[in-house]
């Protein structure tokens, strides 16, 4: 769980180096492409580098798809799907959107599934840096650094507050720590879930990923991530600091926790 443009597809691509891991990228974000259109679906191309039409995990699910299925049997039939191709391994759904998880919350059966959450952060500043990046890119209107820093405060607060009101328990995950002390970080996780160490090596990934960022289709050149330092060099937001007090609040409690 997190908020986009904060790391999820590394930290897909590098829990899923581990041989007992196997991540299946946004479900989500698969479901809700499915629901508005018809077969024949045109969908971007799997991670392990098939059309999901092709893929040996998507080409069963994309066959039986009946769209009159609730986005809850569909979700479970993917958990069933999984189980069946990848026994007793851990899946990884790499959604981040809260209302999803809402949704597929109750999909859980506590005695089948044990479900884990990591939340990924990002400081807010780099994750700001990212985002009007990223709208430039796609020449998309960015709407400045006070707005950007509250909708990063509210989409966290809003999940973090949602996750102790149901009680689940959450490891907390910082990109920056993630990129800077990659074995560290990988270790932490593997410890909450349950598993040994292994050194991590991104070019055994295993993943059917249908959707993710630029990087899904891409682990060679990806095996060393770039952190852009940018934000760090700016002094903008410390001089909005008074009117920027929650979001560097949260942010630091981010880091405490991780
Ligand atoms: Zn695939």
New binding site residues.
Partial sequence: MGLGHSGSTFLQLLLSSHPSIIGFGEIALLLKTLKNQSAPFDLPN?????K?QQ????NKFLLDYNPNMTNKELYLSIIKLFQVHFPGKILIDSSKNLDSFKEYYSTYDKNLIDLKVIFLSRDFRGWINSRKKNNKRKNRKDYGLLFNSYKWFYRNFRKLKFLKKINQDFLSINYETLVFNTDQTFKKILHYLELDFMEPDLEKAC????FGNRMKNDKKKNTKVYYDHKWMKENNTVLLYPLLIPPYYLNKKLYSSD
């Fill in positions: 799997c991670s392990c580098g098939k999901p893929c040996e995990v998507w993943t059917h990923d249908i």
